[in-house]
Structures are given as structure tokens and as C-alpha cells.
């Protein structure tokens, strides 16, 4: 059976989704797409694609550190764009957070997000390894 969670280090889900859902024993992590919004849910850098690909990563280490993870645990990642040519510059940006082996990745460019002034969303699954993974029932009796 599946298992969510939603970190309290980023902004609250404000739909019918989660930020991780967890499959199998727990080490495989699929992670909601993460767009630049900071932990109160404003968005961060309006339109600019390197400010917003920045954030996106921040938010998907932020999710991983929750659960015991690291950048280096992300195996695949989807990034859904509405500039292409615009992301296409951002490597530089994404060699910050990951180092080979990369995870392997899809780039779609899509009309429009849900929010204009949002260009980019990403998705991530990653594998973090049972020696450091924490499961969100551990965190929950951790704050609880």
C-alpha cells in the first residue's frame, strides 16, 4: 500500500495531491511536481526560468532531506516547460544539484502551468537507501 506524505518545510498541497508517495518497503520515493514556490506557497521568480529551475530543485532536496534523502538518490525526473529554449540553459543550474551518474530525464514543453507566471514544474522519483530512509510515520511521532 501506498504511503504520502507533505514535508512542513514547503508550502501546504492545496488540491488532491501529495508531495511523495511512497511505494514498497519504502525506499522508492515518487515525488509531486514541484514548481518555484517558497514554504509559504508565493511563487519565487516570476517568469524567469533560472531563478524558478533553482527553487524547483530546492524544493525537491528540501522533500528528500525530509525522508532521509539526498539529490544524488533521484533516478528520473520529468520537467514540464513552457520555454524549452529558455530551460535548454538552465544545465548549469541543474550540474549544481547533480553529479554522475544524472538521473535520466524527459523535457516536455506544455502551453501553460496552472499559475502564468510558473515555467517550469518537475517531477522526481528517487531510491533513497534503508540505512537513511525515514518513513512520515517516523516523522510525524518525531514532531508529534
Known amino acids: 500500500m501506498a504511503e504520502s506524505c507533505n514535508p512542513e518545510s514547503l508550502w ?7 508531495m511523495v508517495v511512497l511505494q514498497g518497503a519504502g525506499q522508492v520515493v515518487h515525488l509531486k511536481g514541484q514548481v518555484a514556490l517558497d514554504a509559504s506557497g508565493a511563487t519565487v521568480g516570476a517568469g524567469d526560468m533560472r531563478v524558478q529551475v533553482r ?18 538518490d533521484v ?5 514540464y516547460t513552457t520555454d524549452i ?9 541543474r550540474q549544481e544539484f547533480f553529479a554522475a551518474p544524472y538521473p535520466v530525464t524527459t523535457t516536455v514543453e506544455v502551453a501553460a502551468l496552472y499559475d502564468p507566471d510558473l515555467v ?4 522526481a522519483i528517487a531510491e533513497i537507501p534503508q540505512a537513511r530512509f525515514i518513513r512520515p510515520s517516523q516523522l510525524q511521532s518525531m514532531h508529534g
Do not use: K, W, Y
Not at 529554449?85 to 543550474?93: E, K, L, R, S, V
Not at 517550469?120 to 517531477?123: L, Q
Open 75 to 79: 533516478i528520473s525526473l520529468t520537467h
Open 12 to 18: 501546504a498541497p492545496f488540491g488532491a495531491f501529495s
Open 55 to 72: 527553487q524547483v530543485l530546492l524544493n525537491i532536496e528540501a522533500v528528500l532531506a525530509t525522508l532521509g534523502g539526498r539529490m544524488s
Open 120 to 123: 517550469i514544474e518537475i517531477t
Open 85 to 93: 529554449q529558455a530551460f535548454m540553459q538552465t544545465g548549469d543550474i
